[in-house]
Structures are given as C-alpha cells and as structure tokens.
C-alpha cells in the first residue's frame, strides 16, 4: 500500500524559507523510472505544479517558481524534501507531494496536503 | 491564467450525461501529450480519475470517460451521481514550459 505524507510549518513569516516533507511508503524512490512531486492549492483555486524529481536525482521545476524552489530526496529515510525561499502571502496554499507512475507525467498517488499560511 | 482552459462551472441533474472540456494549444495537448483527469471533493486531495487521455485507474466506474481530439480534451459522466459534485482538472504536459500544466478547474454541481 503506497502512503505520502506532508510535514512542515503551517505558518511561515514573510520572506522566510518554507521546507516541507514528504515521508512515504509502499514504493522506493531509488526504483528505476519512479519520481515524485510537488503540487500546491491556494485557498479557493486551481493547482499549480511546483517541482519534480525522479529516481536518478534528475529534477524539473516550474519556470515561473524555478528561482525559489528545491527539491531533494532521501531514499534512506524514503522521504522529498521542498524548500522554497523569500515567501510571501500569495504563497498561502496547500501543498501536496505526489507519486508519478514509472510511464507518463501524471500524479496516481497524492499526500493529504499540508495548509501553510503566509503572514506576519 | 491557466495554461489548460476549462469551464469553471457546470451542472446537471442525476442520471444526466455532462461533459467537461480542457482547451490547450500546440505545445501541449495539440504536441501530442496526454492529458489526464483528476477529481477533488471538497477538503480532500485530488484523485486520479483518468490517465493517458481515456484510460480508468482501478476503481473509477466506467460512468467516466475520456478523449482528446486536437488540442482539445474532454470528460464526460455519464448517469451523473449526487456523489460526482466535486472540482475537476485536466493536466499535461507543456514543450515550452518544460513541465506540468494544469487546468484551472470545473467545479460540477448536482442539481
């Protein structure tokens, strides 16, 4: 049974890093063609795709949050971790990490999402 | 902006057949990518709903179904439940962006 879970600060201050965890099980992040990622929700809108990282440490970042965004993993303690830096209100969203399957750039398997709140 | 265009809302009565359409352009859907379905029901993560344009992860009835023709997709249920009422997206892949695109969401309501 494949689980993922988010863990990190539900409130960030204003230009802080935000470092969200994603502890899972049920799979390896060092299996040939497995990769995870990152997707977030502000309050009341759509999702938004943040970063991506497969088994080979090879990662991809959205274009427009490249300049802010980590990703990392650790296979030894099966876990990804997000950082992202100098944020902002607008950042205000909840974050989920998400398994791909080994053929095909689609999320299967979701985290139930952590709510992180931008403010002073 | 989203970089996948969907209705924002759309209705119909149980038992009906209602469709939903992502509208995208030639460096995504029309590039040749899939294009995948996710539905979320309030206060809960998304789910895979369809995979690979027209394809349903154990599971999903077979009320779901997808296609893709151009640079257009669709979703269609069929037989529609009081239990469908929830936020639908649509989501590939982009060759300019070089990453993952989303819709900005249908949210469907049961009359």
């Known amino acids: 049974q494949i689980t993922l879970k988010e863990s990190g600060p539900t409130l960030v201050e204003p230009t802080q890093t935000l470092t969200l965890t994603c502890t899972f099980s049920?799979?390896?992040?060092?299996?040939?063609?497995?990769?995870m990622g990152w997707v977030r929700q502000p309050p009341g809108k759509a999702l938004e795709w943040l970063a991506l990282i497969y088994w080979d440490d090879d990662k991809r970042y959205s274009p427009f949050l490249k300049h802010r965004l980590a990703i990392t993993k650790d296979t030894s303690k099966n876990q990804v971790v997000l950082t992202m830096t100098n944020m902002d209100p607008v950042d205000t969203a909840t974050y989920y990490c998400?398994?791909?399957?080994?053929?095909?750039?689609?999320?299967?398997?979701w985290g139930q999402g952590t709510l992180v709140t931008v403010s002073s | 902006q989203s970089v996948l265009t969907q209705p924002p809302s759309v209705s119909g009565a149980p038992g009906q057949r209602v469709t939903i359409s992502c509208t995208g352009s030639?460096?995504?859907?029309?590039?040749?990518?899939?294009i995948h379905w996710y539905q979320q029901i309030p206060g809960t993560a998304p789910k895979l709903l369809i995979y690979?344009?027209?394809n349903r992860p154990s599971g999903v009835p077979d009320r779901f179904s997808g296609s893709k023709s151009g640079t257009s997709a669709s979703l269609a249920i069929t037989g529609l439940q009081a239990e469908d009422e929830a936020a639908y997206y649509c989501q590939s892949y982009d060759s300019s962006l070089s990453g993952v695109v989303f819709g900005g969401g249908t949210k469907l309501t049961v009359l």
């Open positions: 690979a344009n027209s």
């Open positions: 998400a398994l791909l399957p080994e053929v095909g750039i689609y999320f299967d398997s």
């Open positions: 049920g799979f390896s992040l060092s299996t040939s063609g497995v990769a």
């Open positions: 030639s460096s995504n859907i029309g590039a040749g990518y899939d």
